[in-house]
Structure formats: C-alpha cells, structure tokens
C-alpha cells in the first residue's frame, strides 16, 4: 500500500505499513515509524522531512515543506484526521493527535489534542510559533510540594 515518489529517501530502520502516499523529494530518517489501518492514509506533501525515531500513525495529512524533528508523535483516526498545512515545523517532545494545524506553523514542545491551530490574523510576522501548550492536569490533587 506504499506509493513512492521520486528522490524519495527512506534511511536505516524506517518501518512503513498502510496505505502511504509519498510526495516528492521526501526524506524519511533513521528510525521512523509511519503506520495506519486499513481504510487509513498518510498522504506526505513534496519537500517533507521527518526526522530520526518519529512516530505518524493512523490517518495524517502533512503539507509540502513540512519538517517533522525528533520527538514527535502525530495521530489521527477515521473519525478526527490529523492535518498539518505546508511550511509547519513540529519540533521537541510534541504529540498531535486529531488537529488541524495551518500553513506556516512552529509548534515546539506542546500537546494538542482535537484542536486548530491558525496565525491569529493580528500577526504581522509570517510564521507564527506555538509553544508549551499542554491540556489540563488530571491528578493534581494527588501532587504535593515537599
């Protein structure tokens, strides 16, 4: 189920199961691990680089341009697909499941879980940066100072 593309660079280790649809000039680094279910797709855009020990599952869409640095978890479902627009940048110790996140985004360190990130129209600069966005803690009452 893995559609390739030219100058399409898969390096050491990347395990690749589903339906997979590579854009061009791609390159996929050490370790990596792109994987969904029967029905599912990962569509990868042109010029997209995911770095070393990533994890894509389910259904995801990323954009042209896209780099995905190390650390990075990304999941959709059938239900709540997992978009990424073109010239994001998704970096640190980050998961994405079931957001939508649009064109010229840097997301660092954050968890979003079914949200839609977009430049807020009174940025004057054209990338906008998300960073150390985490839901709300569950268990805080069980945490005490010593």
């Known amino acids: 189920g893995v559609h390739l593309n ?10 690749l199961e589903g339906e997979i649809h590579f854009g061009r000039n791609v390159v996929v680094k050490d370790n990596a691990r792109l994987t969904c279910f029967y029905g ?28 995905i640095e190390p ?30 996140v649009e064109d010229n985004i840097i997301i660092e360190h954050s968890i979003l879980k079914k949200k839609k990130i977009s430049k807020p129209v009174s940025s004057k600069s054209d990338i906008y940066c998300v960073r150390y966005y985490l839901p709300e803690v569950e268990g805080k009452d069980a945490v005490k100072d010593i």
């Open 71 to 100: 650390g990075v978890r990304l999941t959709g479902n059938d239900q709540f697909p997992c978009q990424l627009g073109a010239n994001v940048t998704v970096r640190g110790l980050s998961y994405i499941f079931a957001s939508k």
């Open 6 to 15: 030219c100058n399409l660079s898969l390096e050491k280790n990347v395990f």
């Open 40 to 67: 599912q797709k990962i569509i990868i855009g042109n010029g997209v680089e995911i770095f070393w020990s990533n994890v894509i599952k389910g259904n995801v869409e990323i954009g042209d341009n896209t780099k």
